[in-house]
């Protein structure tokens, strides 16, 4: 007798769907796909109810799982199938809030049940879980609202000019009497910070030490923000900008050792007390990210926008970043086939949550980064039309067509111009590099268009 050929991942993905499916119709249940951190995928039949439990020894329930085991090898879960009414806490798997709808119940079949899957990963689970709704904050005077006012800039590849674009449009907005505050959320690669404060300026804090400190109920009193001074703000406003950085400056005699905190950061926790929330990555960012915001209105006044500069690539700072914790999200792209099928893996992920999708669509915007134009007037054009078609074919809703011409469209993308004076910069030794005139019209439509998407500043309080 020969042994079954090993699955790969994917295969063994598909073939545990289609066991799933079979055991819905069989046995007339709802069934829940989980798959673990190493992709091992388990079988859940949902038979609480009395007139519904199955026998783990039944002859038709031992076939199953045989079935599944042969199907999936060697991406087979340690427990091939389970049944809902032996489980200790069953709604972690068949009420979860990430489960994702494979196929629903048929109305045209009612003897058969649902399908979802549920993914248990390490990290990652962000970007298709769904944001909790936006909620007004109680501030210094009115209430507001947070997540509106946070923008961020992410770019699937690295080397776009993400942070110099973040620093530059941070020191526009405050030079029209905005209070910016920039959190650093390129927590593997710090790079904003450099662009607007010097080494003795940093906060003693940083957004590592409140997650690490705030694990363990420890987070009062750290200094997270200092107002930046690297770009000192034009003119005769009173605009502001404030940095939040990835690690802080320890004072003297203080040590501090950054990646051992790093190393920690990015799993979800259990509730501090026993009976309180579970505590998942996405809420803990937020909580450190309001913690900074909070601190400037104590210090100055409430933040008109937060700019949250991400690190590149699919990570769970940018899942976070975009899907939960910001109003606008500002999707960085070069014209490059690498560029556009990232884009492409992560809009299909969105788009398997369509409630989610809708949501997120019109929080997003294209950024042609570092933009070539010379000796091709058809350049730019032509990147738009590829983004006009990724998001057409992925996010846009089909009863919802928008136009490929449409400027204030997602895919519409905003231009910044390619500039060789930027390439070797020392930010430090040359202060005054914003003003350079080719760097203001390479960001000039850039800073513009987004100061448009932005809410209004916040009333003077009386």
């Known amino acids: 007798m020969t042994s ?37 995928a388990s079988l859940l039949l949902d038979d609480r109810g009395p007139n519904n439990e199955l026998d783990v020894d039944d002859q038709n329930v031992v076939a199953v799982r045989d079935a599944f085991v042969a199907a999936t090898h060697p991406f087979t879960g340690l427990e091939p199938l389970l049944l809902g009414h032996l489980l200790f806490a069953p709604d972690l798997y068949f009420d979860a809030d990430d489960r994702m709808e494979v196929s629903p119940r048929q109305a045209t079949n009612p003897g058969a049940g649902s399908v979802h899957i549920l993914e248990r990963t390490a990290i990652g689970t962000d970007w298709t879980r769904p944001a909790a709704p936006a909620q007004s904050q109680p501030g210094n005077g009115n209430d507001w609202d947070r997540r509106d006012r946070r923008v961020s800039l992410f770019g699937f590849k690295g080397g776009v000019g993400r942070s110099t674009a973040t620093a ?93 905190k790093l190393n920690r950061i990015y799993s979800d926790l259990a509730a501090l007390t026993p009976g309180g929330p579970r505590r998942p990555f996405s809420a803990r960012l937020e909580q450190a990210i309001t913690a900074c915001e909070d601190q400037v209105a104590t210090e100055s006044r409430r933040p008109d ?79 738009r039309e590829r983004s006009y078609a990724l998001f057409n074919e992925t996010l846009y809703d089909p009863d919802d067509a928008r136009l490929p011409d449409d400027e204030e469209a997602p895919h519409w993308a905003i231009p910044i111009l390619f500039g060789n004076d930027l390439i070797g910069l020392d930010p430090l030794r040359s202060r005054a590099w914003p003003e350079l005139p080719l760097v203001e019209a390479a960001y000039q439509t850039f800073t513009t268009t987004v100061e448009k998407l932005l809410p209004p500043p916040h009333p003077e309080p009386r």
Request: with cysteine; aromatic share 6%.
């Open 168 to 260: 530059i449009l941070a020191r526009y907005l405050a030079d029209r009497g905005r209070c910016v505050l920039v959190v650093d959320l390129d927590l593997e690669s710090p790079g904003v910070s450099n662009l607007l404060e010097g080494p003795e300026g940093i906060a003693e804090h940083g957004i590592v030490d409140h997650l690490v400190e705030a694990g363990v109920g420890n987070d009062a009193g750290l200094e997270l923000v200092s107002r930046a001074t690297a770009l000192p703000v034009r003119g005769l406003t009173n605009g502001e900008v404030w940095l939040a950085p990835a690690g802080g400056r320890p004072r003297a005699g203080k040590p501090y050792d950054y990646l051992p």
């Open 4 to 40: 079954p050929v090993p699955q790969r991942f994917d295969t063994a993905w598909q073939a545990a769907l289609l066991q799933a499916e079979q055991a819905a119709q069989q046995f007339g249940l709802d069934v829940v796909v989980a798959r673990d951190h190493l992709g091992r």
């Open 305 to 383: 926008i937060v700019l949250l500069d991400c690190r590149a690539g699919l990570h769970d700072i940018a899942a976070v970043s975009l899907t939960h914790l910001s109003g606008l999200a500002l999707l960085f792209t070069v014209d490059n086939p690498s560029t556009w099928e990232g884009y492409r893996m992560l809009f299909e992920q969105w788009a398997l949550r369509p409630d989610h999708a809708r949501d997120l669509v019109d929080r997003l915007r294209i950024v042609a980064a570092m933009f070539h134009s010379a000796g091709d007037v058809q350049r730019l054009p032509t990147l």
